[in-house]
C-alpha cells in the first residue's frame, strides 16, 4: 500500500497558513481542517481563519482515500484590526452540534 502525502494549505508568496485545529467526525467520516491565513509567520499578520473538509473513504482494497473540498473563509479580520485567532472546534457528540471558539 502506497502512502501519499497532500498539503492541505499550502503557503506562499504573501500567504501563509498556520493549522490550529483538525477535527474528525468518527460518525460521518468527515474531516475538517482549520486555519489561520496569514501574510506572513508572524502572528500580527492574519487575515482569516478558513477551512477545508474531506470525506475519508475505505475502498474494498483496504485503501483509505480522503478527497478535500475548495478552501472556504470562515471569518474574516475585521476593519477595527481584531484578528481571528487561535480556533478551537467543540463537537457535542450527543445532539451532533459543532460549534467554534476563537480568540481576537
Known amino acids: 500500500m502506497k502512502k501519499e502525502r497532500k498539503t492541505i494549505f499550502l503557503s506562499g508568496e504573501n500567504e501563509v497558513y498556520r493549522i490550529p485545529a ?3 467526525n468518527r460518525d460521518e467520516k468527515t474531516l475538517i481542517a482549520f486555519a489561520e491565513k496569514r501574510k506572513t509567520e508572524d502572528d500580527s499578520s492574519t487575515e482569516a481563519l478558513v477551512m477545508k473538509t474531506a ?9 483509505v482515500t480522503i478527497e478535500w473540498s475548495e478552501q472556504k473563509t470562515l471569518i474574516e479580520k475585521c476593519p477595527l484590526g481584531y484578528r481571528p485567532m487561535n480556533l478551537c472546534p467543540l463537537y457535542e457528540k450527543t445532539n451532533k452540534h459543532s460549534s467554534c471558539f476563537s480568540s481576537v
Do not use: G, I, Q, R
Open 22 to 24: 483538525l477535527f474528525y
Open 55 to 63: 470525506k475519508v473513504k475505505n475502498e474494498e482494497n483496504h485503501e
